[in-house]
């Protein structure tokens, strides 16, 4: 089993691979997380509410059993409302990193300085709609960001380079600024997609679909991992 990265810093660009556990068996959680161990870096798990996106996944209890079962960090995705309600608890519950949409929260800053006082690193994420520019100011307050490449709320659908731009954004921000933020992209990654998203400055991973769907996920990841590692660009 190779060693697990939870983080790296800036002149680290490894990737970061992300399951996501929404494509799993969700009879058997613990062993999709297991199937999954020493060839992923991070469980992502999509916490949806039916209020902000129309999809209902899981909540906290899954949460704080799953972790249990794992020694994988958890990168918990929350889709959802009133995230300044809820997301603290997923910190408590020992989350390694919380993503709360910037849709959905009134005062980013104050609730990433709560995320990380509780313990957890704290994730910005912005959906397919919404632009990058008013929240590039905040990059110095937390600790990874996460670009839709999809209108978040269902697994399984087909990426969308136009996000990229984004990215692209991002990546400029982080270099220009020389700050120590992971750069996430969530939908649509699988092995035809992932490069272009690694050219474009993402270095965290998200895949689903292209994991969970394969014969073999930790394979899957491997061949992820093996893809970005090439495409990414050393600047
Ligand atoms: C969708 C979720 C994604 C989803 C990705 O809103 O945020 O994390 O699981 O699934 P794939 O990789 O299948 O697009
Ligand atoms: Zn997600």
């Known amino acids: 089993m190779t060693a697990i990265r939870p983080y790296t810093s800036p002149v680290d660009p490894s990737p970061i691979i992300a399951p996501s556990i929404l494509a799993a068996d969700f009879a058997h959680l613990a062993t999709a997380v297991h199937d ?19 999809n209902l996944t899981i909540g906290l209890p899954v949460v704080q059993s799953l972790r249990k079962a794992t020694v994988i960090p958890f990168d918990v995705h929350l889709m959802i409302t009133d995230p300044e309600r809820w997301a603290p608890g997923y910190a408590e519950a020992g989350a390694y990193n919380v993503t709360f949409h910037a849709e959905a929260c009134e005062n980013p800053v104050a609730l990433a300085g709560t995320l990380r006082a509780a313990g957890a690193k704290a994730g910005l994420a912005i959906d397919r709609d919404t632009p990058v520019e008013p929240y590039l100011e905040l990059l110095p307050y937390v600790d990874t960001v996460l670009i839709m490449t999809i209108k978040a709320g269902f697994g399984g ?11 692209r954004d991002v990546r400029r921000r ?3 600024k020389n700050l120590e933020v992971r750069l996430e992209v969530d939908g649509g990654i699988a092995a035809d997609t992932i490069e272009q998203a690694a050219e474009a400055g993402a270095d965290a991973f998200v895949a689903g679909t292209a994991v969970y769907g394969a ?17 990414t660009v050393h600047a």
């Open 36 to 54: 999954i161990e020493g060839a992923a870096d991070w469980v992502h798990v999509d916490v949806m509410d039916n209020h902000f996106v129309p």
């Open 157 to 167: 659908q087909k990426f969308m380079p136009e996000m990229l731009e984004k990215v």
């Open 174 to 176: 982080i270099r220009a």
């Open 215 to 231: 014969d073999d996920p930790a394979e899957a990841c491997r061949k992820l991992r093996a893809l970005a590692e090439r495409a």
